[in-house]
């Protein structure tokens, strides 16, 4: 690090396990990984915006990777809104003193108060398809990446039976170049590499694929902080979730809820699709957690009675239960219900497969109201993506001793963090020093 400046890169690993780090860390890569607590629930979208404010999911009110609005009756996943993120910034203050402070990859990024901005953004065409393009600031920033690395970005490789390493790879490579140019690199810079996720939840952390998976990534993490420290960056890595083994068959909470009457259906040309206008509880399932919105109290403890009967989870927070865990504020469900030790919950509320609504067989993260890693799979016929949950082995959500993630950086931050908040805000004290 330059002296009298503190520039700071700062990757957050999808996946990035304590576990996994153990078992497939090279001694020789230079990174002293160490373990911190997960947030929870333990999803993406919590994670970043649990480390750009320093704070506790009930303080920033992002619960899960999506919402719901009460208002609109309506479920909202990978929202891309800066403004979803209450509270202040870990970086306020420090670009508040003239240091300039960027985002590449991340999610919820988007009309953030920052100096440089590049996250996907693609233009959904009417006719179908869509034009593939990355949002930015400044806004010629994508532009000049691409032509410095001879490609644009491939949004292919980012999500769906294509995502790969590739993904991270591009993302490596625009970090590398904006780290090297002086007329783009911030002083604090922020980037996302995803790649990790997609073999372990397909596989599973202990398929091989996982361990080559892993290996790649510290693989990437060299390049980058090779880069920046050859352009004065001190840098910290980290994790945000662990993914465990799926050992048992997804459960489906809406199914249940549909059997109870609480969950109605439109059929339209066969097809089941929910009606949030006129159900009295609905699941809006992420992975290992299941956030369940109920219209009144005794439409919940319905629910929490379907559920308790059933025996689908480990876990029902209620009320109280959630308002200890800080997880009641204005988008906090009614239920929240964790999943048993090797399971996951899938959203499909039908069984019979002439009921899956057109969404079901494709790429569609907007529409779907719930989480659907089947979209990592090729389906039949051909184009389509797997409607089989089943094929799943890997999942993540829940924290715990056995789900903490791991971090690294080139420099002492101080005491040692016990979970990703603290370890935020030692960040954040380190800049001001």
């Known amino acids: 690090m330059s002296a009298g400046k503190r520039k700071l890169l700062v990757i957050s690993a999808a996946a990035l396990g304590w576990?996994?780090?153990?078992?497939?860390?090279?001694?020789?890569?230079?990174?002293?990984?160490?373990?911190?607590?997960?947030?929870?629930?333990?999803?993406?979208?919590?994670?970043?915006?649990?480390?750009?404010?320093?704070?506790?999911?009930?303080?920033?009110s992002v619960l899960s990777n999506g919402f719901y609005s009460r208002e609109l009756r309506k479920v909202l996943f990978w929202e891309q809104s800066a403004a979803l993120v209450e509270g202040r910034r870990i970086w306020e203050d420090f670009r508040k003193r003239g240091n300039r402070v960027g985002m590449l990859f991340w999610q919820q990024s988007l009309g953030e108060q920052l100096d440089l901005v590049l996250s996907p953004r693609p233009i959904h065409k009417h006719s179908g398809g869509m034009i593939q393009d990355?949002?930015?600031?400044?806004?010629?920033?994508?532009?000049?990446v691409c032509g410095r690395l001879g490609k644009s970005f491939n949004l292919m490789h980012y999500w769906g039976p294509l995502a790969s390493a590739k993904a991270s790879q591009w993302i490596t490579r625009a970090t590398c170049e904006v780290l090297a140019n002086p007329d783009l690199a911030p002083d604090f810079l922020m980037t996302y590499l995803p790649h990790l996720d997609y073999d372990l939840q397909r596989y599973g952390p202990g398929d091989r694929r996982a361990k080559a998976a892993c290996l790649k990534l510290l693989e990437f993490l060299e390049q980058l902080t090779r880069t920046a420290a050859a352009h004065h960056f001190d840098y910290l890595i980290y994790g945000d979730y662990a993914i465990g083994a799926v050992t048992e068959a997804?459960?489906?909470?809406?199914?249940?809820?549909?059997?109870?009457?609480?969950?109605?259906?439109?059929q339209i040309r066969g097809m089941a699709y929910p009606d949030f206008f006129h159900s009295e509880a609905f699941a809006m399932v992420d992975h290992e957690v299941a956030l369940v919105f109920?219209?009144?109290?005794?439409?919940?403890?319905?629910?929490?009675?379907?559920?308790?009967?059933?025996?689908?989870?480990?876990?029902?927070?209620?009320?109280?239960?959630?308002a200890g865990r800080g997880l009641k504020g204005v988008r906090g469900p009614d239920l929240l219900l964790c999943a048993r030790a090797g399971s996951w919950f899938a959203y499909p509320w039908w069984s019979e497969r002439r009921e899956a609504p057109d969404?079901?067989?494709?790429?569609?993260?907007?529409?779907?109201?719930?989480?659907?890693?089947a979209e990592l799979f090729f389906g039949w016929p051909p184009i389509s993506v797997c409607t089989r949950p089943e094929r799943i082995r890997g999942s993540h959500g829940l924290a715990g001793n056995d789900r903490r993630v791991a971090w690294a950086s080139s420099f002492q931050p101080g005491t040692e963090p016990g979970d990703l908040a603290a370890l935020a805000g030692?960040?954040?004290?380190w800049l001001q020093a």
């Open 250 to 266: 997804p459960v489906f909470p809406n199914r249940i809820l549909r059997e109870a009457g609480l969950l109605q259906i439109r």
């Open 359 to 373: 969404y079901a067989t494709h790429i569609d993260i907007h529409n779907k109201p719930g989480y659907d890693p």
């Open 19 to 60: 576990d996994l780090v153990q078992q497939y860390a090279p001694a020789g890569l230079g990174l002293k990984f160490q373990p911190l607590n997960a947030v929870f629930p333990s999803l993406t979208c919590v994670a970043q915006a649990t480390f750009r404010t320093a704070s506790q999911p009930g303080n920033h």
């Open 134 to 144: 990355c949002l930015c600031r400044p806004d010629d920033l994508y532009e000049k």
């Open 294 to 322: 109920a219209i009144d109290a005794a439409a919940a403890r319905r629910a929490a009675a379907a559920f308790q009967q059933a025996g689908i989870a480990e876990a029902i927070l209620d009320g109280e239960a959630l």
């Open 426 to 429: 030692l960040v954040e004290r």
